[in-house]
């Protein structure tokens, strides 16, 4: 399912004559390259136990030798932004933050860094460093951006998807952001908003920072994942969903979620999306 400007949904992919839909099947049919290159971005705080392994699975997927890996090491003390170079077999670029900012702004400099390299065919996906991701979804991925999608999310909440594996706390979190932000936002078709692995084209990632510029990402914790879908949805862009199965089990540490503060930054984030005007500037 794909939704559109101001939520209305839209058929898969772009064409909209029986011509151009016939061309863009056999593009797609002929072309082992249809999205240019692939950027990974990981924001990491204390990851060193996991990462390795993240790494390793990334490594052997089918698209590797098109994968730009970017692990944004959010001043971790435990050695993480070190593991990076024992790791064969990928291309794995590293942006240390000298202390720690915060999942947002993990996030926003993994972004600014990927638009200073990458081309406007590229795709950007951002995964969690704990190895509770699947690399195997990415061609998944690309297929639904190659077929007309700006933006992908992996998601729980639609057939096939799955989150068992995590603490019942987290499970009511998810379920609860689904429900308060499908309703007020009114952002049709989108069964996950909080989900942090999702692919966006680099083309839509560069129009949205022209225009909000540092403002992109604002939130520090895990509600940037909202917020930036936010800001993307008055780029109208056309957004899909895969499923997802959410492996915490392999998780070796701690969940860094607080619920009270996460719960905090969603009413932040609710009530300066209603008051804060877009800037003055066609996207």
């Known amino acids: 399912m794909r939704v559109g400007e101001n939520g209305v949904r839209q058929p898969a992919g772009r064409p909209t004559t029986t011509a151009q839909a ?77 202390v720690n900012l915060g999942l947002g702004q993990a996030v926003q400099s993994g972004l600014r860094a990927v638009l200073d390299a990458a081309g406007d065919d590229d795709v950007l996906i951002v995964m969690d460093a704990d190895d509770t991701h699947d690399p195997g979804l990415i061609s998944a991925l690309l297929e639904e951006v190659a077929a007309g999608a700006d933006v992908v999310i992996c998601s729980r909440f639609v057939d096939g998807g799955d989150d068992s594996t995590a603490p019942r706390w987290r499970r009511m979190l998810s379920r609860g952001a689904r429900v308060v932000f499908g309703r007020v936002l009114h952002f049709d078709g989108i069964q996950d908003f909080t989900c942090g692995y999702r692919a966006y084209r680099v083309s839509l990632l560069r129009r949205a920072a022209a225009h909000w510029g540092e403002r992109l990402v604002e939130e520090r914790g895990f509600a940037c994942m909202v917020e930036l879908l936010l800001k993307l949805r008055h780029c109208g862009p056309v957004v899909s969903e895969i499923p997802f199965r959410l492996r915490y089990d392999r998780k070796p540490g701690a969940s860094k979620l607080r619920l009270g503060r996460t719960l905090r930054q969603y009413l932040v984030l609710l009530t300066r999306d209603r008051l804060a005007p877009v800037p003055y500037r066609k996207l």
């Open 22 to 98: 016939v061309q863009t099947v056999q593009a797609v049919q002929d072309d082992t390259r249809p999205c240019g290159d692939v950027h990974v971005v990981l924001p990491a705080y204390n990851e060193a136990a996991a990462l390795p392994s993240l790494l390793r699975r990334i490594a052997g997927v089918e698209l590797a030798d098109r994968i730009t890996v970017w692990v944004v090491d959010d001043g971790s003390s435990d050695g993480t932004g070190d593991c990076v170079a024992g790791v064969g077999g990928i291309d794995v670029r590293l942006v240390r933050h000298p």
